[in-house]
């Protein structure tokens, strides 16, 4: 039985004192216990965030990170400098550092192996634009992602590692793809990774990311392949996160 996982992304959001309102207000509110819950926040805010999250059940984690562990390269930020202060889960390969980052497939993959290598947990994105979608080549895109970005990822590491399936064309634009269309995508990744890794694919659990807001949780996720969400926008207020969180009560 996979574990729901529900991750907020905060891009680059809030102040220092906002950021800990909103921890303030989310730790305020009974939580499904049920559900795993991740808050990704800005790399400045992880120590502090960490103080106020520390033994709540809330993990933990980045929205990036570099694949080498020190070196001259100037504003990266290192897999083990991310593990030496608390941090759990790292957004890695997101539709923004693709796009607006110019972040490509052999830099993601490097950065998933490093994160693997440093016990960080990989929250690997993947998704087609609308121009990809509306010409039929959606599925092609995404094979293509997922199996340059998790090359020389072995099988007992895969099973650390969660997909997040985004389209970009959902992304902060209020539309969402049906529920049965991010279940026909989602079902589709976990085909390509049962082509790779058999039978541990299962154990795998993928995400949909896109507008994804209370009034939609529900219906996502009944859906059999779809074990979460990645959250931008409606992570940002306390009760709409907490909403998703507790959408099973």
């Given at each position: 039985m996979r574990k729901p996982i529900i991750i907020g992304n905060w891009k680059m959001n809030k102040t220092l004192d906002e950021a800990k309102i909103l921890i303030s207000n989310i730790l305020s509110q009974k939580l499904d216990n049920s559900v795993e819950k991740v808050v990704c926040v800005p790399y400045i805010y992880v120590t502090e965030i960490?103080?106020?999250?520390?033994?709540?059940?809330?993990?933990?984690?980045?929205?990036?990170?570099?694949?080498?562990?020190?070196?001259?390269?100037?504003?990266?930020?290192?897999?083990?400098?991310?593990?030496?202060?608390?941090?759990?889960?790292?957004?890695?390969?997101?539709?923004?550092?693709?796009?607006?980052?110019?972040?490509?497939?052999?830099?993601?993959?490097?950065?998933?192996?490093?994160?693997?290598?440093?016990?960080?947990?990989?929250?690997?994105?993947?998704?087609?634009?609308?121009?990809?979608?509306?010409?039929?080549?959606?599925?092609?895109?995404?094979?293509?992602?997922?199996?340059?970005?998790?090359?020389?990822?072995?099988?007992?590491?895969?099973?650390?590692?969660?997909?997040?399936?985004?389209?970009?064309?959902?992304?902060?634009?209020?539309?969402t793809a049906s529920s049965e269309d991010a279940e026909d995508?989602?079902?589709?990744?976990?085909?390509?990774?049962k082509d790779i890794y058999g039978e541990i694919s299962f154990k795998v659990r993928i995400q949909y990311g896109g507008s994804v807001k209370p009034n939609n949780i529900k219906d996502l996720m009944q859906k059999e392949n779809i074990d979460g969400a990645l959250v931008g926008g409606a992570c940002l207020e306390s009760t709409s996160f907490c909403e998703l969180i507790n959408y099973k009560i």
């Open positions: 960490k103080k106020l999250i520390d033994g709540t059940g809330i993990g933990l984690g980045v929205q990036n990170m570099f694949y080498e562990n020190s070196g001259a390269y100037t504003g990266e930020i290192s897999p083990i400098m991310l593990k030496s202060c608390g941090v759990s889960y790292v957004i890695l390969g997101h539709s923004e550092r693709r796009t607006i980052f110019n972040e490509t497939d052999d830099m993601i993959n490097k950065k998933v192996k490093a994160a693997l290598q440093n016990n960080l947990i990989p929250i690997l994105c993947c998704g087609e634009s609308l121009e990809e979608r509306n010409s039929g080549a959606e599925k092609d895109v995404v094979k293509r992602q997922i199996n340059n970005s998790l090359f020389g990822v072995s099988k007992s590491e895969i099973e650390k590692v969660i997909i997040a399936y985004e389209p970009i064309w959902a992304i902060g634009t209020g539309l995508m989602i079902k589709f990744i976990r085909e390509i990774l």
